[in-house]
């Protein structure tokens, strides 16, 4: 995959997880990183490959 921005229910699809999952990690600080764009988080294609690959990605980065 070309990396992109997805949304978070691309994003949850992707993972194989509920939107509402993605919903909670990022309310827990526990997911992936994402960002805000217009009131809606967005998640980089990247970043997922590295949270899959690694189970844990730094949110200070």
């Known amino acids: 995959m070309e990396d992109r921005w997805l949304s978070r229910q691309e994003?949850?699809?992707?993972?194989?997880?509920?939107?509402?999952?993605?919903?909670?990690?990022?309310?827990?600080?526990?997911g992936p990183r994402f960002s805000k764009a217009a009131g809606?988080?967005?998640?980089?294609?990247?970043?997922?490959?590295?949270?899959m690959q690694s189970g844990y990605v730094d949110w200070a980065l």
């Open 11 to 30: 994003a949850a699809g992707y993972l194989g997880v509920s939107p509402h999952t993605m919903r909670a990690w990022a309310v827990e600080r526990k």
């Open 40 to 51: 809606r988080a967005r998640y980089w294609s990247g970043d997922l490959r590295d949270f």
